[in-house]
């Protein structure tokens, strides 16, 4: 069975400060891995990684796959408190060696930034 | 960018009820739509694809005859939730992929909160 594990689960910061989030994954078919930030309502997407060792970077966050390792983290800089929210790891999977593919969510990081 | 549209964002209803939501790609074809049910402070499950022109795929253990679906056009699917009881009551997300192109990340709707009484 697919499986996406995120650590930490919950992190509290002050401003400013610079985190790390974590993403290990088991998948059979893997071709993507993807970030996605969530507030209030659905996600929306921040990243998507297919091949190793490429760093994506958006303003002040940034992220990296490595598939030897299995693993994704997500960094973000220089923390505001409009950065508060979950950020979800997902890794899409193919389905059956065709062109069908569907997502596998991680339980999720809870980031809290204050001030 | 890609824009995915959900309505309604809310429903309260009386148990008994079916309950329609609707989920449309705004600017591109999407030929796969996907639902997810979440609960509180639980990650987003995956329950059906949906097709345009053919039969949703459902996950195991969801029930195709309580949660309907219909793709019938390429930006637009439909989940039906139907004869709904307080144990469906949960945050119903859509999502779309983009046809076009390559391996295209999936956007999300904003997603609709079930409540059933």
């Known amino acids: 069975e697919d499986k996406v594990v995120q650590s930490p689960l919950s992190l509290v910061v002050h401003e400013g400060d610079t985190v790390t989030l974590n993403c290990s994954y088991e998948?059979?078919?893997?071709?993507?891995l993807l970030w996605y930030k969530q507030e209030k309502k659905a996600p929306t997407f921040l990243f998507m990684l297919t091949s190793s060792g490429i760093e994506k970077k958006s303003g002040r966050l940034s992220s990296i796959l490595d598939k030897k390792e299995l693993s994704s983290i997500l960094n973000i800089t220089a923390t505001q408190t409009g950065d508060s929210a979950i950020y979800l790891c997902?890794?899409?999977?193919?389905?059956?060696?065709?062109?069908?593919?569907?997502?596998?969510f991680g339980t999720g990081t809870r980031l809290q930034v204050t001030l | 960018g890609a824009v995915v549209s959900q309505h309604p964002s809310r429903v309260i209803c009386k148990s008994g009820t079916s309950v329609k939501i609707e989920c449309r790609s705004l600017d591109f074809q999407a030929t796969t739509m996907f639902w997810y049910r979440q609960f509180p402070k639980q990650s987003l499950m995956l329950m059906a694809t949906?097709?345009?022109?053919?039969?949703?795929?459902?996950e195991q253990g969801v029930e195709k005859d309580k949660f309907l679906i219909n793709h019938a056009s390429l930006t637009l699917s439909t989940l039906t939730v139907t004869s709904a009881h307080p144990e469906d009551s949960s945050f119903y997300i859509c999502?779309?992929?983009?046809?076009?192109?390559?391996?295209?990340?999936?956007?999300f709707g904003d997603g609709t909160r079930l409540s059933i009484l």
């Open positions: 998948v059979t078919n893997f071709r993507s």
């Open positions: 999502s779309a992929r983009d046809d076009w192109g390559a391996n295209q990340p999936q956007h």
């Open positions: 997902a890794v899409d999977d193919v389905i059956n060696t065709g062109t069908a593919s569907k997502l596998t």
């Open positions: 949906s097709n345009e022109g053919s039969k949703a795929t459902y």
